[in-house]
């Protein structure tokens, strides 16, 4: 569902309205409302246990909470990867 994302943009998308209330994802991973406020923040990322929840309940890899971030709004929003940059340039 959520695969080849970066964590946080792909658990924002499960909080957008009428999706998964920040309080029922917080109560599946046994932390508070704000701890998944920072995750949806950046200032923090959940932990190994949390991140495996997450992937468990709502398919989000918990690989994606170590990927860069991507730059472009749009491609983040469409899902779509970022290019590789030439090292030689």
């Known amino acids: 569902m959520y695969r080849g994302r970066h964590g946080r943009a792909s658990l924002e998308d499960l909080t957008r309205p009428q999706h998964v209330p920040i309080a029922a994802i917080a109560r599946a991973c046994g932390v508070t409302p704000q701890a998944v406020s920072s995750w949806l923040a950046g200032t923090t990322k959940p932990r190994p246990g949390a991140r495996q ?21 749009a491609d983040a929003a469409e899902g779509v990867a970022a290019q590789p940059q030439d090292p030689t340039r």
């Open 53 to 73: 929840r997450i992937e468990d309940l709502y398919g989000i890899d918990v690989r994606a909470w170590d990927a860069k971030e991507q730059a472009d709004g």
